[in-house]
């Protein structure tokens, strides 16, 4: 079975939502319908970043990083081209 690390942005406040998830397509349909409490209130969202996992285990540590500062600075990065463009 495979994890998704993924990334959203809000179209409304283009901040950034960080997750992880066993089903990718259902769980961006929860947070564009307003099913997740933590995103109810900045929808919508755009999907921009996603990676799978083979285990939760590396997602759950994939996310966490992301959440950081040096995470952070990572996808600023990757997504450079995105961001500016």
């Known amino acids: 079975m495979k994890y ?3 990334i959203l942005q809000s179209e409304k406040d283009k901040m ?3 997750g992880y998830t ?4 259902n769980r961006i349909r929860l947070h564009n319908s307003g099913q997740v409490s933590s995103t109810k209130t900045r929808r919508p969202f755009k999907i921009v970043y ?8 590396d997602a759950t540590h994939k996310e ?3 959440k950081t500062s040096w995470g952070k600075r990572y996808i600023k990065n990757r997504l ?3 961001l500016t463009g």
Request: glycine share 0%.
């Open 4 to 6: 998704y690390v993924y």
């Open 16 to 18: 950034f939502y960080v």
């Open 64 to 66: 966490k990083y992301l």
């Open 80 to 82: 450079k081209n995105y």
């Open 22 to 25: 066993k089903d990718l397509d």
């Open 50 to 57: 996603y990676e799978a996992c083979f285990n939760q285990q």
